[in-house]
């Protein structure tokens, strides 16, 4: 699995101009699931997302977890994040998981923040969505569960 991971002061998603799902301050998570992905993987990069200490403290250094600071959690389905640009003018997203597949992990992963975060928001799986968001910092992370 892949999360583009932006630490964010408001973030929504809106699809043909109806909000679906909004948070304040927390995190958005673009999640990508590749056809080699487990709820192992899900498993994996919630642990280490979850418990992050990517949030300010009052020496705005990086001390804080998303439960140290009352966060919120927007998870937006994103399989772009598999994109192979290696060859040609046109990605390549064989490396993406099936629809199917790749929807049941997105479901599996938001059912693991939802355990830990009372306001957890989402997008909806293979919409063609906005997202808006103001990041924080900006703050961006990209964790791939291969490298963690």
């Not at 966060?71 to 099936?98: H, K, M, N």
Request: glycine share 8%; hydrophobic share 40%.
């Amino acid at each position: 699995m892949r999360a583009v991971v932006q630490r964010v002061s408001e973030a929504a998603v809106h699809i043909d101009g109806e909000s679906v799902g909004s948070i304040g301050r927390g995190y958005l998570v673009l999640l990508g699931v590749s056809a080699a992905d487990t709820e192992v993987a899900a498993e994996k990069l919630w642990g280490k997302l979850g418990t992050l200490r990517i949030n300010d403290d009052e020496n705005r250094k990086t001390n804080l977890s998303l439960a140290d600071v009352n966060g919120e959690v927007l998870v937006v389905s994103q399989f772009t994040l598999y994109a192979d640009c290696r060859r040609g003018r046109r990605p390549s997203f064989t490396a993406a998981g099936d629809p199917a597949h790749a929807e049941r992990l997105y479901e599996y992963f938001v059912s693991l923040v939802r355990a830990d975060v009372p306001h957890v928001a989402t997008g909806r799986f293979g919409a063609d969505m906005q997202v808006s968001l103001v990041n924080d910092g900006p703050f961006t992370i990209v964790l791939d569960t291969d490298e963690l």
